[in-house]
């Protein structure tokens, strides 16, 4: 624990210095609900059709984060570093997960004024905390599987392309279950409640991917 | 665990190899090396560009798998043990494993911490490598040999029985070569495998001598018994 912690540290650190991944996951974020807005030409969205746009725009700003997430260690040595140190190599996953879902968390403060600006969808005042619920379990399954994911990338030349090739699908239930989670709530008539099955489906998934990324992340560090 | 000695069998050998190869795809880097290295001992390893030099003290680092043949150092087998040693060895290879945007105090201070080193160390090594100045800077606009100084308190922080030093003193100004001589030097203590693109350098620093000559051992043994020719022979 103390090692990530370490870790977590200076990788917060040098996000705070560089600006490299924050500014462009929100403006990402932004221009899309732009787009969305002009292109579907609505002033409001609602149900379904939000959610999905809120998810997708998401996702799009999240693979930004993912993509860059271990170039620091590769391009500076810091995987050498780590592995030459004495400690758990385990604790790189949680430090890395740890800082993509504080990278997810602080882009969401810009993306939801964003989402409720542009598509003002009906009762998201009300719906906010189911919302924030749903977007705090499907960040942790973006954390562990873009940890994962871009561990694997950054070893190859095609990482811009890995990442999403490998990505995608490993997400695409926490995107399915976000999605129809946060679309009732997205309604005229929402409770404000949110769907205990599709939170369920969320936590579950998290966990089966945080114990598979604890089992074979060593590997991934290996040459 | 196994532990190995000498070929006189007196003092415990630090680091024993034998038959080591390695290969990357078809290209075969090193191809059954053997050698053993008593502890306290300097080992110069030697030979032309691209030979595999790197790649060897990579493998003694951890860092590298060999494909065939048995690496051991300071009595554990690698890569089987590799996290037993690893915090006991020290390396000074060609990139700083420094960040660019962390001042050179932030780096050793995450080093310290990695390896379970009190912060008192980083600022004696920062004056001893005479970077107390500019320890605030980052990394990024230092010059090359000041960060070779600090790549120099990096490898040396966590007092390793093994340094493995490629070309330890490139960068570095005749001035700062003997500001870093008491940490990597003769004198550190340090079981110590180094390359140096002086061959001259080198043999001066060495108990022992590995050539290496298109992935094999053309001479292992005494720095003393190796000459001119055939110093001129690796490198022609």
Known sequence: MRTALTILRKDLLL??????????????AVITFVIFHFGLSRDTLSGQLAAGELTVTLLFSAMLGINRLFVAEREQGGFDAFLLAPVDRSAMLLAKATALYIYLA?????????FALFAAPPHMGSSLPALILFLAL??????VIGTFVSAIAVHTRARDLIGPMIGLPLLLPALIATSLGIGPLLTVHASGSPSGKWLAVLALYDLFTALLAYAVFDFLLEE | MSTATDPAGATPAAIAIDRLSRYF?????????????????TLAVLGRNGVGKSTLLRILATLLRPHSGTVTILGEQLPQRGWAVRGRIGLLGHEPLLYRDLSGRENLIYHARLHRVPGQRVEQLLEAVGMSSRADDPVRSLSRGMVQ?????????????????????????????ELVEPL?????????????????????????V???SGGRAAYFGPASGIDAAQLRELYA
């Open chain 2, 184 to 208: 990597i030097g003769r004198g550190c203590g340090a079981t110590r495998v180094l390359t140096s693109h002086d061959p001259q350098a080198a043999l001066v620093e060495a108990d022992l």
């Open chain 1, 15 to 28: 996000e705070l210095r560089t600006l490299e991944m924050l500014p462009a996951m929100a403006m990402l």
């Open chain 1, 138 to 143: 499907s960040n942790g399954a973006f954390a």
């Open chain 2, 210 to 212: 590995l050539a290496l």
């Open chain 2, 25 to 41: 795809g078809e290209r075969t880097v090193l191809r059954e090396v053997s050698f053993e290295l008593p502890a306290g001992q």
């Open chain 2, 149 to 177: 100084r600090l790549t120099v308190a990096r490898a040396v922080l966590h007092s390793p029985q093994v340094l493995l030093l490629d070309e330890p003193k490139s960068n570095l100004d005749p001035a700062a070569g």
């Open chain 1, 106 to 114: 602080l882009l969401e403060l810009v993306a939801l004024p964003a």
